[in-house]
């Protein structure tokens, strides 16, 4: 068997292109770091007439930098991704970048080869066969030979199943990708780690908010204009300076939205005094600018919604109806959605996670962003085949460890817990029904004698006036079980999973909880495991309470007091007044009678003596708690197959992954 190759994995974007690495047996991916210590670099290429072009950073800070006569050998070109398919001058920008990243990289002795690697590209959900061929076209072209195809946004979410942000069963449910680029903006919903509707605005990127701050630094800097066109300045200023600008701004409004912000832009001036209501307000009427507007054009971007700079754009609505129209246009229903993933570097504006759960009715707390988005779609593809690998190998342990967990941890677990509610209710019904309820009519009737009948009936007709008083103690007693077994299963659960390195979520009990309510919340088709589990539990609740009724007060029968302590008065006081009575009616006559003769206090006294009273009462409680355990055992089967359930579901969520 040949080795498996290490995994290359390129996310090819608009404004930024991230290389990420990963061993194809070992889930450790590493960014590649072109020297500028961050992640990825800048899709820029610079043409420099003869000289070799200049690729990323150094392509951008080699134009910055340059003299005016330097600067007519020059071309610069950025933001060709969008347009591949339409352009071929932005096609062919795409293929000199990708190669010349290789090449740059070779001679910055940056291990980033090809050849000797298999090399996953990422593709937008959105894009059509023409751009897939396009971008296989391109990165053949380019040396990176043939390339494997993986939609971008699984791998966002590959990212965070990862990190362990939700499990591998929860992937399966529906998670909305939202990738907020540079250029554009696109929506995936995933079910069963499958795209199964994605949209997205073409248009709609990171670079609006560039020539926003581009043209709020040409408001209080007045003539600036001029100055940067005569020194040719103006394309860096606009998509490098400014997007800088722009980043500061936002990272400081996600902090604290209260902050005023001041940044200079270069040798071009400053802007001052930028707050989070001036951004709000300039982003409703955004119209772009002519320069962003003629820099488009040049590089044959065909934005309609751009370049027609007719009417004012409200640039935060427009990202709430890219998603909003995309949901009623696929006809997703917003409870389909389990959770949310914010990828892209745009996604770090602070509006966007209000836009979010407000367009969506989430709680905040089901919308997840790792600290580096832009960075998570190339981690992601390039761990897929080792998460696969390791996939496997955890859902073959898990199969194998099931029974084992089931039975050292799982049934001793819910044994301890029903034992001790079981327990509990027993004596607590005791004392109920015994102490309180049984015991004074007893007295009494060793005080006063009367007939075995008329105790009976009172004994019955007591124990059922007070059946409220016993069912408030089940109640009481029942609100602990259902509470704190499922409570504790799941925190068995959850280590158990964790030992494998999986995650079953945060507190799966109150979300279930939630789902109770609300049913709505989960699809209707996804089993609700940790739901399983609760309603196991109520179920058993409720079967125990009527257990009780039943065996205590139930029926006309009053079976465990007929068999325990009523019987057994009964059956004492009528040994004694039979034996009386035989006496003077013979025998069988005596067997008639004896049930509704009124005996004497002294025969009653002779038989009820207080060391049988407390036996009896030793009695009942044993045989009340025999008759609830044997329920238990049904619950105790009941919950291991739940359990082996939702092990069951987690194996399928594994697998999907091994088949992606
Ligand atoms: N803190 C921030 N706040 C707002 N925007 C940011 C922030 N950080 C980065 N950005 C923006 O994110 C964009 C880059 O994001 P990303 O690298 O994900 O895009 P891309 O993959 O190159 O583009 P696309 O996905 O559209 O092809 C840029 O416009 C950048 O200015
Ligand atoms: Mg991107």
Redesign the pocket.
């Known amino acids: 068997m040949t080795e498996p190759n290490n995994i290359l994995a390129i996310?090819f974007?608009?404004?930024?292109t991230y290389f990420s690495k990963c061993p194809a047996d070992q889930i450790s991916p590493v960014g590649v770091d072109f020297g500028t210590g961050r992640d990825?670099l800048p899709?820029a290429i610079l043409y420099r007439g003869d000289r070799e072009p200049l690729v990323g950073e150094p392509a951008l800070h080699e134009y910055g930098e340059a003299s005016d006569e330097e600067r007519k050998e020059y071309r610069l070109r950025t933001q060709f991704?969008?347009d591949i398919v339409s352009s071929d001058e932005a096609a062919k920008a795409a293929t000199d970048f990708l190669r010349a990243v290789v090449e740059q990289a070779q001679r910055q002795h940056i291990a980033l080869d090809p050849g000797k690697h298999d090399v996953i590209f990422g593709v937008p959900s959105e894009a059509h066969g023409a751009y897939r061929t396009r971008v296989s076209q391109i990165a053949s072209d380019a040396g990176y030979g043939d390339v494997r195809l993986l939609d971008e946004p699984k791998g966002a979410l590959l990212h965070h199943l990862w990190h362990k942000d939700f499990s591998p069963e929860e992937a399966r449910r529906g998670i909305l990708v939202i990738?907020f680029?540079?250029?554009?903006c696109d929506f995936a919903l995933l079910q069963s780690l499958q795209v199964s509707h994605s949209w997205g605005d073409m248009e709609l990127?990171?670079?609006l908010?560039?020539d926003l701050f581009f043209q709020w630094l040409l408001n209080q800097n007045p003539g600036v204009l001029k100055t940067m066109e005569k020194a040719g300045d103006t394309y860096y200023v606009h998509s490098y300076l400014c997007?800088e600008v722009?980043?500061f701004f936002?990272?400081t409004m996600?902090r604290d939205r209260t902050e005023k912000v001041n940044k200079s832009v270069g040798r071009y001036g400053s802007l001052r005094g930028m707050d989070w209501a001036g951004f709000v307000e300039r982003a409703k009427h955004y119209l772009p600018s002519p320069t962003f507007v003629l820099n488009m054009e040049s590089m044959g971007v065909r934005a309609n919604r751009i370049l027609q700079r007719q009417q004012e754009i409200d640039l935060i609505d427009w990202f709430r109806t890219s998603l909003a129209h995309g949901l009623a246009e696929k006809a997703v229903a917003t409870d389909q959605i389990s959770r949310v993933i914010l990828a892209?570097?745009?996604s770090?504006?602070p509006f966007v996670p209000d836009v979010v759960t407000e367009t969506l009715g989430l709680q905040r707390s089901r919308l997840m962003r790792s600290d580096r988005p832009?960075a998570v779609i190339s981690q992601g593809l390039a761990i897929l085949p080792a998460l696969q690998r390791s996939f496997e190998e955890t859902r073959d342990k898990l199969r194998q460890d099931l029974p084992r967990f089931c039975r050292i941890q799982v049934r001793p677990l819910v044994q301890r817990v029903t034992d001790s509610y079981v327990s509990g209710v027993a004596a607590d019904v005791t004392s109920e029904v015994f102490d309180r309820t049984i015991r004074p009519i007893v007295e009494e009737f060793r005080e006063k004698g009367g007939s075995v009948s008329i105790l009976r009936e009172s004994v019955a007709a007591q124990v059922k006036a007070n059946e409220g008083r016993f069912r408030a103690i089940i109640e009481r007693r029942m609100h602990t079980l259902r509470r704190g077994l499922p409570g504790e299963l799941n925190e068995l659960l959850r280590d158990w999973f964790e030992s494998y390195g999986l995650s079953v979520g945060e507190r799966p009990i109150d979300e279930t909880q939630q789902a109770a309510v609300g049913q709505a919340f989960v699809q209707p088709d996804t089993p609700d495991l940790y739901g399983g589990i609760m309603e196991t539990v109520g179920w058993f609740v409720v079967a125990l309470a009527a257990t009780v009724a039943a065996s205590v007060s139930g029926g006309g029968g009053l079976a465990l007091l007929a068999a325990g302590p009523a019987g057994w008065i009964a059956g004492a006081v009528i040994g004694a007044a039979v034996t009386f009575l035989a006496v003077r009616y013979g025998m069988t006559r005596a067997k008639e009678l004896a049930d509704t003769w009124n005996a004497p206090a002294w025969i009653v006294k002779n038989v009820l003596l207080p060391s049988r009273i407390a036996k009896m009462r030793g009695d009942f409680q044993n045989r009340l708690k025999e008759t609830l355990q044997r329920e238990t055992r049904a619950l105790q089967d009941e919950l291991e197959s739940r359990i082996r359930e939702i092990t069951e579901k987690q194996i399928e969520g594994l697998s999907e992954v091994t088949q992606l």
Do not use: C, I, V
């Open positions: 996310d974007g608009t404004t930024n990825g899709t991704k969008p990738d680029g540079g250029g554009t990127g990171g670079r908010f560039d997007r722009k980043e936002s990272l996600a892209g570097g745009s770090q504006w832009y």
